[in-house]
């Protein structure tokens, strides 16, 4: 029969032994990791990063809906779709560039970060090449 922990919050001895062995898999994995690798993986790992990250990619889904009705339309969209564009595109570069920076080969064992990694270069792919291009398309 279980016993009845001391005090509130003792009881959840699982999930408290599951959060301390996470601590200690991370100090063992990253213990010879130099300061700057070690910080950029906290930042990359907290809630905060992962709410943000959320945000640009609602904030992108809308650009290309605002995107597609205004061409549907036949008009010109407004100009400050593209920059706008531009620049999640850019903070989605630096995001990966971190993501590897912290994880290295670890990050593209994940098959959910190497599909990210792929949807971000053929963005960045095809952002070049459409401006290059003297037509617009």
């Known amino acids: 029969r279980k016993q009845m922990p001391a005090h ?9 032994a599951t959060a301390a062995d996470e601590v200690a898999k991370r ?10 690798r070690r910080g ?7 809630w905060q990063f992962e ?10 889904m809308l650009l290309v809906i605002l995107d597609v ?7 010109q969209p407004p100009t400050w779709i593209p920059i706008a564009n531009i620049t999640i595109l850019t903070l989605f570069v630096i995001e990966l560039v971190l993501k590897v920076f912290a994880f290295r080969r670890l990050y593209l064992s994940d098959r959910l970060a ?3 990694m792929m949807i971000v270069v053929l963005d960045l792919m095809v952002t070049i090449v459409l401006s290059l ?3 617009n398309i």
């Open 133 to 135: 291009l003297p037509v």
């Open 69 to 75: 009705n205004s061409s549907a339309d036949g008009g």
């Open 114 to 116: 190497a599909f990210d």
């Open 8 to 16: 509130p919050g003792a009881g959840d001895d699982l999930s408290q």
């Open 51 to 60: 709410l943000s990250t959320g945000i640009l990619i609602s904030c992108s």
């Open 27 to 36: 100090r063992e994995l990253t213990k010879d990791w130099s300061s700057h």
């Open 40 to 46: 950029v993986l906290t930042l990359v790992s907290s």
